[in-house]
């Protein structure tokens, strides 16, 4: 999986109408009119927990801490409750352990054998206000301990100011550092005051190259929401239809899972975007 990306297109992005009433009705309604029940949600909520990633980022983190959430990573669910529900075989485990650079060797040993990725927040996590080059720089020190996947925060100034060429500069120039790992794009959705905001820096990191787009670093006012939800769901399917390619959507704090994966599914057809590459 990996998004190549394409230049820029400015007509794209300043074209870009999202209706909010119109929005926030669609996922109301999709909230409310769908439900999935017994054997079919116990297995959708087994493939939320795929999709996890099991995260600390603390300022008291150390590698015991590390060690332990890492231990949780392999067995999210206790064995007995496994063989109750016969899959003790499943190999259920989460998508990935998020840490901080400077834990990114401590998580790498204790999933070692495990086939579970280790991801690094970087580029000045979580308000991304430092200088491009040592963004870039913590990008590749992240890499070169042995992370799989960066997770970057885009410059919400760029957004803000509708500077969308330095918005697609910035995560290009990302996308190239993280090298043959795959560029996680975090929108900060509870800072842009728009829809259509939303939109527009999701359609630009889509073609920047980001292999995928989310929603909040969590510490935001506001995280995910169903209706940002959809907006980041249309981008990525708009850019399916101009593309080809098919990136991921990834949402934080948005309860339930059940509802975010009926969305996906909705939104986003198995050709787009199947069950091995949501998150």
Not at 96 to 117: F, H, M, Q, T, W
Not at 179 to 206: D, F, N, R, W
Not at 224 to 242: E, F, G, N, Q, S
Request: aromatic share 6%.
């Amino acid at each position: 999986m990996g998004n190549p990306g394409i230049p820029l297109d400015l007509g794209w992005v300043h074209s870009a109408r999202v209706n909010k009433s119109a929005t926030e009705r669609r996922a109301a309604e999709i909230g409310t009119r769908r439900s999935i029940k017994k054997l079919h949600q116990l297995a959708w909520l087994l493939r939320s927990l795929r999709c996890i990633d099991l995260t600390t980022l603390a300022g008291d983190d150390t590698p015991s801490n590390v060690k332990r959430l890492c231990a949780k990573a392999r067995n999210p669910v206790h064995i007995d409750t496994l063989r109750l529900l016969g899959i003790e075989n499943e190999n259920i485990t989460v998508g990935a352990v998020c840490v901080y650079p400077n834990r990114v060797k401590d998580a790498v040993a204790a999933l070692e054998g495990s086939n579970i990725p280790v991801a690094s927040v970087a580029t000045g996590f979580p308000a991304g206000q430092t200088p491009l080059e040592t963004r870039l720089s913590e990008i590749r020190l992240a890499v070169a301990a042995g992370a799989r996947e960066i997770d970057i925060v885009i410059p919400r100034t760029a957004a803000l100011l509708s500077d969308w060429q330095g918005l697609y500069d910035e995560v290009k120039a990302m996308k190239e550092a993280c090298g043959s790992a795959h560029l996680k794009t975090i929108l900060a959705t509870g800072e842009l005051p728009t829809y259509q905001m939303v939109y527009q820096c999701s359609a630009v990191c889509l073609m920047a190259g980001a292999d995928f787009i989310k929603t909040s670093t969590g510490k935001e006012p506001v995280n995910a929401t169903l209706p940002v939800a959809l907006v980041m769901c249309r981008a990525i399917r708009d850019y399916y239809d101009r593309t080809g390619s098919t990136p991921s959507s990834a949402s934080y704090l948005l309860p339930p899972p059940s509802s975010l994966f009926v969305f996906v599914h909705l939104l986003l057809p198995p050709s787009i975007c199947p069950c091995s590459t949501f998150l």
